[in-house]
């Protein structure tokens, strides 16, 4: 396996439901990052993490728990969403946090979610 | 105002016509600009990037930055139906290196 992995690729909730999202990567990477992608709107950052710390956090609501056991993985539990919620859930790594240029970020391929 | 401006499209090309993908952004620190392209169901991947003004050529792909305009293009020579997908600008200051996105483009390129 290489690259960026997420896992489930799709996820259908009701809003009372507690769900997980897994991404891992295997660039050796320090930095992970999580971001919302909806329809007609540009991505949103939603987290950031360096070395497993959190260094962002870009006003998230709390029903949104990340966690980040080591540089590898990166998790996003999930509780109580609203239909709003619904959309592309992105994670991304990158060598150092939040550096533009050839160290950028390097996206997995998303979890569709479905909060109905 | 918005960031990072990009015309959502959808732009439909026939195969070989010279594709023009642009976006304008507002904040006069950025500088540093890369252009992703996104298939569908796929996660972003980077195409191009540039720091501050000029062009960089990569094939049949041009990325070009005017900072006095606050312009950033992309240009695809001699397209292909490989090329239709989603392309994403972003930007960065390079002091935090967080990424602003535009809404992104869609391509479709026409055999």
């Known amino acids: 396996e290489t690259g960026v992995t997420q896992t489930p690729r799709h996820l259908v909730m009701g809003m009372t439901n507690k769900k997980s999202l897994k991404c891992e990567q295997h660039l050796g990477h320090n930095a992970m990052y999580w971001y919302k992608q909806s329809a007609k709107k540009p991505l949103e950052l939603m987290f950031v993490?360096?070395?497993?710390?959190?260094?962002e956090n870009n006003s998230v609501p709390s029903r949104f728990s990340p966690e980040c056991p080591n540089s590898s993985h990166l998790f996003l539990h999930l509780h109580t969403l609203q239909p709003e919620d619904s959309a592309l859930y992105l994670c991304?790594?990158?060598?150092?946090?939040?550096?533009?240029?050839?160290?950028?970020?390097?996206f997995g391929p998303g979890t569709r979610l479905t909060v109905l | 105002q918005k960031e990072v401006e990009q015309d959502p499209g959808p732009l439909s090309v026939p195969e070989g016509a010279i594709v023009s993908l642009n976006c304008t952004y507002s904040?006069?620190?950025?500088?540093?600009f890369m252009w992703y392209r996104q298939y569908s169901r796929k996660g972003p991947e980077l195409l191009m990037y540039?720091?501050?003004?000029g062009n960089k050529e990569d094939g049949r792909f041009t990325a070009q930055v005017d900072k006095s305009s606050k312009y950033i293009s992309l240009l695809i020579r001699d397209s292909q139906p490989s090329d239709s997908a989603t392309y994403l600008c972003?930007?960065?200051?390079?002091?935090?290196?967080?990424?602003?996105f535009g809404q992104g483009t869609t391509l479709q390129v026409k055999p």
């Open positions: 904040n006069s620190a950025f500088q540093y």
């Open positions: 972003a930007t960065s200051s390079g002091n935090t290196g967080k990424l602003i």
């Open positions: 993490y360096n070395f497993k710390e959190q260094t």
């Open positions: 540039t720091y501050s003004s």
């Open positions: 991304a790594s990158s060598r150092y946090p939040l550096v533009a240029g050839e160290d950028t970020q390097y």
